[in-house]
């Protein structure tokens, strides 16, 4: 059966974690708009991941072929152990180191590409690569990342078949660890199964109110520490460009300095051409008028003889 929610969930797990509540506020909006309140509810409840779980979400949603080929592994490690093929399982062994640096490698690629992503520095890869090496070892954790939801990281220490604790329902008629039975005798079996339930009931409300507060805490101070980290980025950024500017403007003054150094050597020698000028232009004057002066002289003695 399709899920009808797969494209706009996709969308959200590929977003990074400190824009994915306003993408999923965004996408329930859409869907109450265009009347379907079963999706916007689905939607709704969608938890924001962690950045390394959003890293890995990555590789299952933009390079699916490679988180196949990790799963693949997996079941080849697991057959080769349980059958103790010593050759086969350190072959195997050799190929996840490969297999799995080369996902780390892909996750940084893509995180590169992506609009809001932290920066390559602040990247947990570490987180990443326990959490693919966790997928080696535990089927169900494979089954996560594959299917491109998770939430949070994963971690595994040893290799092999990850032990499990073997559950079973409890239900009215069976032994429950409960307080010390009264001394007196209750007025019934089916009164003392009542009450039991009941209070088992009363137990479980307040635990899951206890837990939505303490996950609306923890979205709380998540999305606190993500926006002050992003402050504090784009304060260190700000501080980063003003010093740039700072420096720049230091040259150009330091240049302009230079540049009004000249002009002013330069008005200095153009004053002093302009003086020798003016001086020479007077007396070229004067010697004009003088030869001016003779010239009339010499005409007016001529007229007279």
Known sequence: MSDPDHEPAQRLYATPPERFVAARDAAVAAARQ?????????????????????????????????????????????TAQRDLRGPRLRELTTRRRSVVGALVAEAR???????????????????VEATLTAALSDPDVAGQVR???????????????????????????????????????????DRAARAVRAERDRRRRALEQELTKARTDQERAEAELTDATATEHADGAALADLESELADLERRRAAAEQELSRARRARRAAERSLTTARRRTGDVEAAVEALTAQGDADHDGQEAD
Do not use: C, H, K, M
């Open 34 to 78: 265009a009347g379907d309140q079963a999706a916007a509810r689905r939607l709704a409840r969608l938890r924001r991941p962690t950045v390394a779980a959003w890293l890995v979400n990555l590789l299952a949603i933009e390079r699916p072929d490679l988180v196949a080929d990790l799963v693949d592994l997996a079941t080849e490690l697991r």
């Open 109 to 127: 690629r893509l995180a590169a590409g992506v609009v809001g992503a932290p920066s390559a520095g602040r990247l947990p890869l570490a987180e």
């Open 147 to 189: 299917a491109g939801r998770l939430l949070r990281s994963a971690s595994y220490a040893g290799f092999g078949e990850v032990p499990r604790p073997q559950l079973r329902l409890v239900t009215g008629g069976d032994q429950v660890p409960t307080e010390p039975a009264p001394t007196r005798r209750p007025a019934g079996p």
